[in-house]
């Protein structure tokens, strides 16, 4: 996918607020991390919670599709960006993103990155045979 929108911006390379491999096991423990750092940042309840939503749905993505283990980086730059990567095989990006319309529930997925687009401020997908790296950025009205 192309650059954000106008006015949006990817982070620039920083001390992460939060950094952490997962798998499966973990998701627990880093939706309450992404949590408490998105309350750290000044997103309200509602944000918070789409927040964590969004960010819980890109690692089901890496669980299920990209080798089921993957690494994700909380960052401030403007605003409040996650970054998960994985080592799958990729995929092609273009036939999900950008999505405005629901997509069709399938047995393998498929919606995931659609939800995604719906709480995320933006959303940038790098996919190839080496691996997946999306950033999205929460909505706020106190950042950005």
Known sequence: MGDPPLGH????????????SFTL????????????????????????????????????????????????????????TCEVTDQGLGFNAARYVPCAERPPL????????????????YLLVDSGPVGTTIRIAARSRRLG
Do not use: Y
């Open 106 to 121: 399938s047995g393998t997925g498929g919606m995931g990155l659609w939800v995604v687009g719906q709480m995320a401020d």
């Open 9 to 20: 911006h990817v982070p620039t390379a920083s001390k992460p607020l939060f950094s952490t």
């Open 25 to 80: 096991a973990d998701l627990n423990r880093v939706r309450h991390e992404v949590e408490v750092v998105g309350r750290q940042c000044g997103l309200d309840h509602d944000e918070i919670e789409n927040w964590v939503i969004a960010v819980n749905e890109l690692m089901i993505n890496v669980i299920r599709h990209g080798g089921g283990a993957g690494w994700l980086r909380l960052l401030l730059d403007g605003q409040l």
